[in-house]
């Protein structure tokens, strides 16, 4: 993405996660923050309970990281004037205010493409730019989480109520990943035809996306799966595929899709020999039919022993399994260190380097560079500078309240 400008007008983590890789992959990323109170998400100091600290702040790194940040305070003016400056010079004009703020402020597709008719204008939004709803804001715990049915299915129906979005802006940043690949496209049509499109990516359309095997099937079997309590071994007729609790309270994942081939090797590994030999479960008919009964004698055999024993122990088994880890444990896991998923980067306050995730696309097996997330307004002088705006205006502009 060398030589592409973005210009981004975006808070939280929708829309600016999708800035993050474009920077990632070499794009120029302009993000806008008003000048004083900066990205709104920066205010966010107290997140699922946990105290953050407002100068090393995950939910600003994770989606930030790469940009270089102008204080511009769009609704006046001035504002407009040097937004419409940058917006000359760029690629891509990324936002996801609602259509009501981008009126207001003349930053929607008609006030953009009138100084730049050959950007690319990306929006993201909660429930799409068309309907009914094209007015109402969201995050991902409403839109991408309760609405859309993704946590209604990962809920155990047995828990009798819901369950709250564990995950801070997890759909946020698969919505982002969508519109950085949509924008590659993009760029891609362009380069081919000379048309510059508009696009969107909602968060209820990410979340129906992600969960698109399951809707499908719902849709042609009028059935919704749903999560199962750790106890609830439920309707399969794969014993290979199921969460079994070990002994000191771990789960391991049994994730043996079609057994065929694997019955002998996954009953030996789990200390089970002699029922890879017994008519009841040595071929994959009769397994089916009698999957709860095997279902029970793994269980046993698995709980007898600790996580750590089972970890180690399956490693050599031929089928799939996978231990059932937190967000740490991953952290240190030696596969993902191994593919460069975690990076550490300079702060931008304090000496203690900032542990980031990398992006999900690897080019070439080289892990792609990242740098830290800006400070609020840290490179305005800069970038208009770069513009070609001289000092004697800048110094009218801030003196205006128009940029920081």
Same mark, same amino acid.
């Given at each position: ?326 967000? *740490? ?5 030696? &596969? /993902? ?5 975690? @990076?550490?980067? %300079?702060? !931008? $306050? ?17 892990? *792609? ?5 800006? &400070? /609020? ?5 800069? @970038?208009?500078? %770069?513009? !070609? $705006? ?15």
């Amino acid at each position: 993405m060398q030589g592409v400008r973005v210009l981004e007008v975006a808070q939280f983590t929708f829309v600016p996660a999708a800035g993050a890789l474009l920077a990632d992959w070499g794009a120029d990323v302009i993000k806008v923050e008003h000048p004083v109170r900066g990205d709104t998400q920066r205010g966010f100091i107290n997140v699922g309970g946990f105290q953050l600290d407002p100068d090393r702040h995950p939910l600003i790194e994770h989606p930030n990281r790469g940009k270089r940040s102008v204080g511009i305070d769009v609704s006046t003016p001035g504002g407009q004037e040097v937004l419409y400056e940058i917006a000359k010079t760029a690629d891509v004009f990324l936002t996801n205010y609602l259509p009501a703020a981008r009126q207001k402020h003349k930053f929607d597709i008609e006030h953009i493409r009138a100084v730049n008719p050959n950007i690319i204008y990306a929006r993201g939004s909660a429930y799409g730019d068309k309907g009914p709803e094209r007015d109402v804001g969201g995050f991902d715990g409403t839109a991408f989480w309760t609405r859309s049915g993704v946590g209604h299915s990962l809920t155990p129906e047995g828990l009798g109520g819901a369950l709250s979005q564990g995950i801070p802006a997890f759909g946020d940043s698969i919505g982002g990943a969508n519109i950085a690949g949509g924008i590659s496209a993009a760029l891609f049509h362009r380069e081919r035809t000379g048309e510059a499109v508009e696009l969107d990516v909602s968060l209820l359309s990410t979340a129906w996306w992600a969960a698109g095997a399951s809707m499908t099937q719902g849709m042609e079997t009028g059935e919704t799966m749903r999560s199962l309590l750790p106890d609830d071994t439920g309707p399969s007729v794969n014993p290979f595929m199921a969460n079994y609790l070990t002994s000191d309270g771990g789960t391991i994942n049994l994730c043996i899709v079609s057994p065929t081939g694997y019955i002998r090797d996954a009953f030996e590994h789990l200390g089970l020999a002699e029922l890879a030999d017994d008519p009841r479960f040595s071929d994959v008919l009769p397994l089916i039919e009698n999957a709860s009964a095997a279902a029970a004698l793994i269980s046993a055999a698995i709980g007898g022993k600790p996580f750590d024993y089972w970890r180690a122990h399956l490693k050599t088994m031929k089928g799939q399994w996978a231990p059932f880890q937190s967000f *740490l444990d991953l952290a240190t896991d030696e &596969q /993902a260190i191994a593919n460069d998923m975690i @990076v550490d980067v %300079e702060a !931008g $306050i304090g000496e203690q380097p900032f542990r980031v995730v990398r992006g999900p696309v690897q080019f070439n097996h080289e892990p *792609l560079e990242t740098t830290r997330a800006p &400070q /609020a307004s840290e490179h305005t002088e800069l @970038v208009l500078s %770069e513009l !070609g $705006i001289d000092w004697d205006r800048i110094e009218a502009l801030k003196k205006a309240g128009a940029i920081a």
